[in-house]
């Protein structure tokens, strides 16, 4: 019997991942910067001011090609050097974790230094490179982690600063939740993701730690349909909005209050696409008609921790949240939805034909 | 001369990395996202790979086929023999360019399109993607959320924390010239620019093949034709 525990829980250590403690070089995302600024802001904001830790947020840093990459656009080779100076920069800012924004580029900095590990040699050819490109050398990092991670690791904290719990504000019951995790998460290594590719825990576990429950879904692990090239160029999104499609059917018998995601592409695809689908076959996957809430998980750290929705950027996602708001008694002012900085009025944008606001 | 086309997949790591002994089961095929809405079976090509059957290779670099998966790795997850499909994938789509065989095919041909777009982004920018390539007459299905943000983004973008076009630190800042040579230097040194510049003489012949108009910008008869054509047979 004491075996049989042991065995259990070495297998279970095979599922866990270490995350640093402290002083990270921040890597933004393409896709976030675009569409979920305030997502990056919050974390930065998290981080540094409710936790009370450094990171460094570089000027200097670029996309590190991943779209592109996997495209087919950008050769291995270049993406390994561009990644490199990365590494470089890191270097240079005394620096020796890096926290990464986005999933794609997560699983690209680790499969490249996968690659490096297996083969040394393309470690060498890269440094060359690098050097002969801009005069720049690197150390390897000691520490790799998504910044859902890093959320993940400090969920408790998180939850003792919490202003408000995931349970409906009326019943006191917890909210439905439902997760989706991006592919090159832990798919392609799943030793480096939290519970690996089959129980992946690092969304699931913000959510009970925050009052929540997990609602499993046949289609949990489907692909969200980005697809790179099949959302890239116009005539294949047929591609990308049948696969949310497959995921919002399996995930609507469990009438989930919101979705979580970790992923940028999929928090905007699962977004954009339920619009779009309402707009093509006057469908939505929530009773009201007005879609399922997609929330990224800085988005949801920063609700819980009372900080004012639109401030967290709610009003740019097309799926409108102030039903769930209501749901988690968490108050809003209408009028300060569609301000400037300055608090000025904006003009208001159109509203959808078949989506409900 | 007959080109060798397995052993310059046999060069690339990633096809080293990707296929150990494939025993056909057909797993990849049974969890692929493509598999599902296209006629495509990586199950297939990975025999076609694995028996070094050069004919078939280099049919494979001219065919629609090798262009369908979405390279979300699922395959590699699930795989009992530790291969990556989607790696194979990848060095296929490499020769496919560097032998000018993508302009054989639809979908082949829309690396063009990529290229204009993100490629072009990546180095004038810094960006793979930045509000002013996601033009909402590009992409509608984004929704009017997405057209508002567009409409006021400075007002939308500094509210939300960004940094949007300025100096300095934060979200979708000025990337600096000295930041963008850096970039453009890479890709010197490692063939990126090759790429770019293959992709873009292919694709003007094979326009003037197609009789449409090309130019250097995406103003163009064949950068619409291959953004937006779709033939529908591919599920066939």
Redesign the interface.
Known sequence: MDTAIHTEKETWGTYQKHVADDNYYYA?S?????FF??S??MFLHILRKVLGKHVY????H??C????Y?????????I???VA?HFALMTEAGLENIAISCVTSF?IYTEILE?WQ??PE?LEKTRE??Y???KREFNLPKNIAHTSDIIYKFRHEIAEKAVYKLVHAQTGEPLNVVEHIG??YA??F?TKGIGG?EFPQVLSGMITAWGGKVIDYPER???C??????Y????????S???TYKKLESMQPYNPDFILTNCPGCAMFID??Q??IAEMEQKTFDSQGKGIPVLTYEELAALVLGIQPW?V?L????IQSESLLDALGIPYDTALKY???QG?Q???????NNLLQ | MEIDFCAELEQDVRFKEGLKACMNCGICTAICPAAELYNYDPRSIITSVQLRNNLQIKELLQSETIWYCGQCMSCKTRCPRGNTPGFIIQTLRKLSQQYGYFTHSEKGRQQYAIKKTVGENVLKKGYCVHPDLVSYDMHEEQGPIWEWVQQHKQAIYDRLGANLDKEGAGALRKIHKKNLDELQAIFDVTNGTELYTIIEEESKKQAERMNLGFSDNIDNEYFKHVYTYNSNTHSE
């Open positions: 933004r393409c896709i976030r910067q675009n600024p305030a990056e802001y947020d570089d000027p200097n670029t996309t090609t991943g779209i592109g996997h495209s087919d656009i950008v050769p291995f080779e270049t390994q050097t561009v100076r699983g690659t297996h083969f393309q490179f690098l002969k490109a801009t592919c090159h798919k392609m799943p590719a692990r489907h692909c349909g980005f697809g790179f090239r099949n890239l160029v116009q005539a294949n999104r047929g591609y909005v049948s696969n954009k696409w619009y779009t401030d950027g009003q740019i996602h097309q301000v400037d900085k000025n904006l003009p208001l944008p159109n509203k959808p």
